[in-house]
Structure formats: structure tokens, C-alpha cells
């Protein structure tokens, strides 16, 4: 599933009907003519088919837009504050499991491990993404920080 914005699905929508009345490729002129002459302004535009393009939903290049995707289902948050939480959740739900793999019989699990996994593990979480996760899954009571004398540990708690 892909999650896009609003404006994402705007654009979105109208590169899937100029895909059949330009033959898979849309020139941004078009676009432009279509989108940018009330709040949609062109640098907005720009943005947008950037966006879409890094999520491999469009080719946009030299001009040019190609539409990659059409028949997977899309899901469309209100803005991208929405869609950056909905990232975060999956991403939490994703380390939570991460989590229950590398804990022992005692539920512990070493800080530097954990980290190192989150860091550099298949999540490839940056160091903010990281540390923010810790600490929202601290706050809803699934995991806690134990100094212990040999270490840092954090307990998952089910």
C-alpha cells in the first residue's frame, strides 16, 4: 500500500487521465496548464511530482512524467504531518517485533544492541527516528530503560 497526501492525490488522479490522452507520456506543461491556474501553484506542482516520484508512483524527469502506478491500492492522509505518523506507527509496530526477537528468557534486551539493530538492522531507522520510537513505546508502557550493574538494559513489558 501507498500512502500520499491530498495534493499528491490530485495530481495524482490527473496524471492517470492524461496517461491515456498522451500515451504514458505527460509533458509538465500540461500539467501546469491543468492544476496551476487556481491555489496549485507551479513550484508546489514540482514538489509534489518529486514526492511522488520518490515513492516510485510516477517517473518524473526532463519535463516528463510517466505514470508507474495505477492498480495498487493508495491510501490518502490529510496532510504530511499525517502521513510522517502513520510512517512512525508502522515503523514503532515494525521495531516493537524487532524488539520481541532480540529479547532474552528474562524479557532484556542490551541498550547498545537494541539500537545497533534499529540503527543498522533491515529498519535502517536514522538516529532521531530511533531514539523517538524508544521513547514513544516507553511512554505507552511496552518498553523500559534498567540500569543494571553491568549495563543498560531495556525490559519488554507485555
Given at each position: 500500500m501507498i500512502t500520499i497526501t491530498r495534493k499528491e492525490e490530485v495530481v495524482f488522479n490527473q496524471i492517470k487521465i492524461f496517461d491515456v490522452e498522451y500515451d504514458g507520456i505527460i509533458p509538465l506543461d500540461a500539467l501546469k496548464k491543468e492544476l496551476c491556474s487556481g491555489s496549485?501553484?507551479?513550484?508546489?506542482?514540482?514538489?509534489?511530482?518529486?514526492?511522488?516520484?520518490?515513492?516510485?508512483?510516477?517517473?518524473?524527469e526532463d519535463s516528463n512524467i510517466k505514470l508507474l502506478v495505477s492498480d495498487k491500492k493508495i491510501n490518502t492522509v490529510n496532510s504530511k504531518k499525517d502521513l510522517e505518523?502513520?510512517?512512525?506507527?508502522?515503523?514503532?509496530?515494525e521495531s516493537f517485533e524487532l524488539i520481541k526477537t532480540l529479547v532474552n528468557e528474562k524479557n532484556l534486551v542490551s541498550k547498545y544492541i537494541l539500537e545497533g539493530n534499529l540503527l543498522y538492522g533491515d529498519l535502517k531507522l536514522t538516529n532521531f527516528r530511533?531514539?523517538?520510537?524508544?521513547?514513544?513505546?516507553?511512554?505507552?508502557?511496552?518498553?523500559?530503560?534498567?540500569?543494571?550493574?553491568?549495563?543498560?538494559?531495556?525490559?519488554?513489558v507485555e
Open positions: 496549485f501553484h507551479e513550484y508546489d506542482l514540482v514538489q509534489v511530482l518529486n514526492s511522488l516520484s520518490n515513492k516510485n508512483v510516477v517517473k518524473f505518523e502513520l510512517e512512525l506507527n508502522i515503523k514503532e509496530k530511533m531514539y523517538h520510537i524508544i521513547l514513544s513505546l516507553e511512554n505507552k508502557g511496552l518498553l523500559k530503560h534498567i540500569n543494571k550493574s553491568d549495563g543498560e538494559y531495556y525490559l519488554l
